[in-house]
């Protein structure tokens, strides 16, 4: 499974747009490109998946450049809300093995 | 309707005592986990059940046995609790096509003392 890095943590301010950027370069070619997000005493929760380019939903985009080494989590106009950890994962959308590893995370904190 | 329920959520209890913890999910998924998350915020795969039957056991302690009954259940059992065993625990399912989306419940603090 492809190892993921991502920052520590990122701080934002209310109505901001949000980038946090995974670096994942030896991702395979049957691997996709999840991101959840977990707030305090909740599980994680899925946000989005992509393989390639980009992928919108009404709650984030994704954008993967043309070679996947790196993707990029947008999160538009953000409030207190969206404080939480983000993940990045990097795997087969199925696997006999069947597994998701969480690497450490982002810890995005946003401000008035 | 929640889709993955877990209980208790929060669950006190001494060393050397045996526990359990209940998860059940209504989505008709194929695939069941269970997850620890440590003090330090890490998540980590403990078990995987594909149909009701094991896939991956992710080196944990024997004293941690999964149970599932049916494929809407994944229940873990935990003997002579150590302290180290004080956690968040996450029971989660997905479908067995879109394993890397998968449905979380709420978690379970188990506090050894």
């Known amino acids: 499974l492809a190892k993921t890095t991502q920052p520590i943590s990122m701080d934002s301010y209310e109505g901001q747009e949000v980038n946090i950027t995974c670096s994942h370069n030896?991702?395979?070619?049957?691997?996709?490109i999840t991101w959840y997000q977990q707030f305090p005493s909740q599980g994680p929760r899925f946000i989005i998946q992509?393989?390639?380019t980009k992928v919108t939903n009404e709650v984030a985009s994704l954008f993967i450049p043309a070679d996947r080494k790196s993707s990029t989590l947008s999160l538009p106009r953000v409030s207190l809300s969206d404080t939480a950890v983000y993940y990045c994962?990097?795997?087969?959308?199925?696997?006999?093995?069947?597994?998701?590893?969480f690497g450490s995370g982002t810890r995005l904190s946003i401000r008035p | 309707d929640t889709a993955v329920s877990q209980t208790p959520k929060y669950l006190v209890t001494q060393m050397g005592n045996d526990k359990s913890i209940k998860c059940e999910q209504n989505?008709?998924?194929?695939?069941m986990y269970w997850y620890k998350q440590d003090s330090k915020k890490f998540l980590k795969i403990m078990f995987s059940?594909?149909?009701?039957?094991?896939?991956i056991n992710e080196t944990v302690p024997n004293r941690f046995s999964p149970k599932s009954p049916d494929k809407a259940h994944l229940n873990l059992h935990i003997n002579s609790l150590e302290l180290g065993d004080s956690a968040v625990y996450f029971c989660?399912?997905?479908?067995?096509?879109?394993?890397?989306?998968?449905?979380f419940g709420q978690g379970t603090r188990l506090t050894v003392v």
């Open positions: 989660a399912s997905s479908p067995w096509d879109m394993n890397t989306e998968a449905f």
């Open positions: 030896n991702i395979a070619t049957n691997d996709y």
């Open positions: 992509g393989y390639k």
């Open positions: 994962l990097v795997g087969p959308t199925y696997s006999s093995a069947s597994k998701i590893i």
């Open positions: 989505l008709g998924h194929d695939t």
């Open positions: 059940y594909n149909n009701k039957e094991l896939i």
